[in-house]
């Protein structure tokens, strides 16, 4: 999930990674060629659950 800031000069992107359980929010600056860098704002853990996909599938019983 990304967010692109109405001044088009920083993107904000949520990462899911099942290894750190909880979201975290990175910061990229957009170079005015377009490209991305890393912002200097630290990254942060937002301590919310954000499943990427199915979280719990039921079955039928047999």
Do not use: Q, W
């Not at 109405?6 to 929010?25: G, N, S």
């Not at 957009?30 to 990427?52: K, Q």
């Amino acid at each position: 999930m990304a967010k692109l800031r109405d001044d088009e000069r920083h993107l904000y992107v949520a990462d899911c990674l099942p290894t750190t359980v909880t979201t975290k929010i990175h910061v990229f600056d957009v170079n005015g060629d377009g490209t991305l860098s890393r912002s200097a704002l630290a990254s942060v853990d937002t301590g919310t659950i954000f499943g990427d996909g199915p979280i719990l599938v039921k079955t039928p019983d047999r």
